[in-house]
């Protein structure tokens, strides 16, 4: 019931299940490829000491996937509350997201310097999660 002046509650945006699961999967896989093929060379690259973390204790994985559930939502819901559709258009509204969100806070966290970040760990940190945006993005937008 709308009362005059009033602004009611919109109704929750749909998003599918089934994407937001695969969108995670996908996200985390690609994360787990690019921190046991990639960072450590490219943080050789950018000049850190190759101080890579090594095998992973399972309560990590978890909460790394966990954080990949919730993103996955959140860039699904987005995207579906602003229209957009297609694997593409999906895709590009990851990036948007990546760009307006996490990459100003990952660059806050490095502007503080250590122990919190650097520039060099942003340099490392940026690409596999512009890719995991993208990827969300892509796949969120499935099977709406």
Known sequence: MRREGLVGMPEFVAVSVWAVLLAAVLSFIWGGIYFAVLADRLGRIVGLDGDGQGR?????????????????????????????????GGAVGGLTLFCLLLLPIMAGQAAFGPPWGSWRRLLVGVPEALVGFVVMGATGVLWR
């Open 56 to 88: 992973m204790p399972p309560q990590a994985l978890i909460v790394a996937f966990v954080t990949r559930l919730v993103q996955a939502f959140g860039i699904a819901a987005v995207l579906a509350a602003a229209g957009v559709g297609g694997v593409a």
